[in-house]
Structures are given as C-alpha cells and as structure tokens.
C-alpha cells in the first residue's frame, strides 16, 4: 500500500506503508538513498554492535526488525518535517496504519 505526502512547497513524496522488502534485503541502503541519514547510521550501528557479538548473524535480527519498523519510521519523520497526505484517501491509509495525521495538504 502506498501514501503521497506533500510538503508546503509542493514536493510530493510517494510512501510504502507496511513491512520494508528493500530494508529487508539490503539493511541500512534504503535508508541511505532516501536521504534518511539518521535512521541509516542508526540502522548500520545496530547491525554492526549486534553482529559483531555473534559472529555476524544477530545482523540478521536487527535487518529483520527494522523491515517490520522503518516504512513507519520514515513517515513519521516526514510528517514531522511538515509534509502532509496529499489527498483524503492518502490520509486514511496512513491511520488505518497506525500513524495519526491531523489534517490533509
């Protein structure tokens, strides 16, 4: 399922709503090309500190979390950046995930 945002200025965004098949396969890169640098380094450290106490598959674990938690995440930070459902039904798909909106762009 998938969202538009817009922000004030007009840049509209296009957003996967659900479990992160591309976070899933390729761990902190998605974040990366997105642009979302904080959940990236976070991503990587993660990856990172839990691998390396278990000879690199806890990675796995970390990878397989943040598929279920990073398309919410993203659009969470978006929303607080000011960007805004572009149209009605956007917004109601974005509730009925489970990430309030207050109003519409």
Do not use: C
């Amino acid at each position: 399922m998938r969202a538009t945002l817009e922000n004030e200025m007009g840049l509209i965004k296009e957003v996967k709503i659900g479990f992160s098949w591309t976070t899933f396969f390729f761990g902190f890169f998605p974040a990366l090309f997105r642009g979302d640098l904080k959940w990236a380094a976070i991503i990587f450290v993660a990856t990172l500190a839990i691998g390396s106490f278990t000879l690199g598959l806890g990675s796995w674990i970390v990878t397989i979390v943040f598929a279920f938690i990073y398309n919410k995440l993203y659009i969470k930070d978006l929303i607080e950046k000011g960007y805004l459902p572009a149209s009605e039904e956007s917004r109601m798909k974005l509730e009925s995930a489970g990430i309030p909106v207050n109003r519409v762009a």
